[in-house]
C-alpha cells in the first residue's frame, strides 16, 4: 500500500483510486456510520444494480479499505481500521508539513515588515 516502497507509510495509487469515485467514498460514509453492513444491507443503499455496487466493493477490498467476513451465504462489510489510521496518519503528517511552510512565510513575512517599518524611521 505504499508508492515509495517496502516501510514507506505513503498509501499507495490504488488507495487513491478507490477514493475518487464518490460512490465508494459513499460506501465508505456507510461502513463509518453503521458499522458492519451486509452485502444486501449496502446495495439498498443504491439505485444501481447490485453487481454494479458489488464491483465498487472489490475495489475497495483490492484496496484494502474494507474488510469481508463471510457468514454462510451473508458477505458482511466493514472498513479495515488498519488502513483508515494509515491514511489518516498520511493525511496529519502531509497537513502538518503544510502549516510548517506557512508558519515560515508568517516569520518571513514578519520579518520583511519590520525591516520596512525599521528602515522607514
Same mark, same amino acid.
Given at each position: 500500500?505504499? /508508492?515509495?516502497?517496502?516501510?514507506?507509510?505513503?498509501?499507495?495509487?490504488?488507495?487513491?483510486? @478507490? /477514493? @475518487?469515485?464518490? =460512490?465508494?467514498?459513499?460506501?465508505?460514509? *456507510? *461502513?463509518? @456510520?453503521?458499522? !458492519?453492513?451486509?452485502?444486501?444491507?449496502?446495495?439498498?443503499?443504491?439505485?444501481?444494480?447490485?453487481? @454494479?455496487?458489488?464491483?465498487?466493493?472489490?475495489?475497495?477490498?483490492?484496496?484494502? *479499505?474494507?474488510?469481508?467476513?463471510?457468514?454462510?451465504?451473508?458477505?458482511?462489510?466493514? /472498513?479495515?481500521?488498519?488502513?483508515?489510521?494509515?491514511?489518516?496518519?498520511?493525511?496529519? #503528517? =502531509?497537513?502538518? *508539513?503544510?502549516?510548517?511552510?506557512?508558519?515560515?512565510?508568517?516569520?518571513?513575512?514578519?520579518?520583511?515588515?519590520?525591516?520596512? #517599518? #525599521? =528602515?522607514? !524611521?
Amino acid at each position: 500500500m505504499s /508508492l515509495h516502497g517496502e516501510g514507506s507509510n505513503v498509501p499507495g495509487q490504488q488507495l487513491f483510486d @478507490a /477514493l @475518487a469515485d464518490p =460512490t465508494r467514498r459513499t460506501i465508505i460514509e *456507510l *461502513l463509518a @456510520a453503521n458499522g !458492519r453492513m451486509s452485502a444486501t444491507d449496502i446495495y439498498d443503499n443504491f439505485s444501481m444494480s447490485n453487481p @454494479a455496487v458489488s464491483q465498487h466493493l472489490k475495489v475497495l477490498r483490492e484496496a484494502e *479499505l474494507v474488510e469481508i467476513e463471510r457468514r454462510a451465504q451473508k458477505h458482511i462489510y466493514s /472498513l479495515n481500521p488498519d488502513t483508515m489510521h494509515s491514511l489518516e496518519g498520511w493525511i496529519k #503528517h =502531509t497537513t502538518d *508539513l503544510w502549516d510548517q511552510r506557512f508558519d515560515r512565510l508568517d516569520n518571513l513575512l514578519a520579518a520583511e515588515k519590520g525591516k520596512r #517599518h #525599521h =528602515t522607514r !524611521r
